[in-house]
């Protein structure tokens, strides 16, 4: 004797049912937060260890690579609070930090010893280009000022 086939649910039938809670596996626990923030951690010890290893002219870049950032960024900050009315030399001083960022991030890529197979230019036609290319942009920076 074949046993009888049960008829599948209806969708009009599951949308009655109680509502089902969620599965324990999308719950957040305390063990995956706690996991997350040691690999972060060991992440981000990774990443200064291996900074420390980088040769100390690139460290020097960074120097100021950073202090470009920031200028840029105080500039940004006192147009909002203080207003736009000298506005060619804020976009004359934020050009030039954003300008000075670009050529000096190219400056340290270029210059890297990893990226040798990327470039296949000498570190000193590299810093060439560089102070070059700075005497452009301060060239239309001065200029733009008027």
Request: charged letters at 10%; proline letters at 7%; one cysteine or more.
């Amino acid at each position: 004797m074949a046993k009888p086939v049960k008829p599948a649910a209806s969708s009009s039938a599951s949308s009655t049912a109680a509502p089902r809670s969620p599965s324990p596996a999308k719950q957040p626990s305390k063990k995956s937060s706690a996991a997350s923030s040691s690999s972060v951690s060991a992440l981000i010890e990774k990443a200064l260890s291996s900074y420390n290893e980088t040769p100390s002219i690139y460290k020097i870049i960074d120097a100021y690579l950073v202090f470009v950032m920031l200028t840029g960024i105080i500039q940004f900050v006192y147009v909002f609070i203080v207003g736009t009315y000298p506005y060619n030399a804020f976009l004359a001083g934020f050009i030039a930090s954003v300008g000075s960022f670009v050529l000096t991030a190219n400056l340290r890529i270029q210059t890297n010893p990893k990226n040798r197979s990327e470039f296949n230019i000498s570190p000193e036609r590299a810093f060439t280009d560089y102070v070059f290319c700075s005497l452009v942009l301060y060239g239309f920076v001065f200029n733009y000022l008027g």
